[in-house]
């Protein structure tokens, strides 16, 4: 699956120069530019609650509004806070399911000022898509949207 990171960095840097973080836009932009983004959301830290909480995202509605710490590909990133690439979510144990689609997922954290604060969710209907450049690609992103949340 080839996409043109090169053209959706573009148009996510317009989206970067407005004065208010366009989360949803970026969620749609990512969605709609590469095909094997199925769904693409971003999640909150509530430190107090030990949960994360369901940001604006792009894709089928969800169950999993809120997430507790450990739960989950995403609960392991708020634990960790390091990226996490899952070729196969159904041969992790701790796999928390969305939908029957999914066969991949990609967690992201996101920190600001050292700080782990959100995260980007991705989860794909194909299996092992995720490939050194999507990594790259997300990692740039996280790291621009980090200072401006």
């Known amino acids: 699956m080839a996409t043109d990171f090169e053209n959706v960095q573009k148009s996510l840097n317009l ?10 836009k970026i969620c749609d932009l990512l969605f709609n530019a590469i095909p094997h983004y199925n769904w693409v959301g971003f999640y ?3 430190d107090d609650a030990q949960m994360l909480q369901l940001g604006p995202y792009a894709g089928a509605a969800t169950d ?3 997430i507790p710490f450990g739960r ?3 609960g392991q990133v708020a634990v960790s806070g390091v990226a996490f690439v899952v070729p ?3 041969a992790e144990d701790n796999y928390l399911a969305c939908s029957l689609e999914t066969k991949a997922e990609i967690v992201l954290p996101i920190f600001k000022e ?9 989860d794909s209907h194909y299996a092992n898509p ?3 450049k999507d990594r790259a690609f997300l990692e740039n992103l996280c790291t621009d949207l ?4």
């Not at 989206?15 to 949803?24: A, F, I, S, V, Y």
């Not at 050292?114 to 991705?122: N, V």
Request: glycine content about 8%; overall charge negative.
């Open 15 to 24: 989206l970067l120069k407005e004065p208010q973080l366009p989360l949803q």
């Open 44 to 46: 909150f830290m509530e």
């Open 64 to 66: 999993h509004t809120r």
């Open 72 to 74: 989950g590909i995403c």
């Open 88 to 90: 196969d979510v159904w």
């Open 114 to 122: 050292g700080k782990l604060i959100a995260q980007l969710d991705i």
């Open 130 to 132: 995720f490939t050194d």
């Open 146 to 149: 980090g200072p401006r949340l």
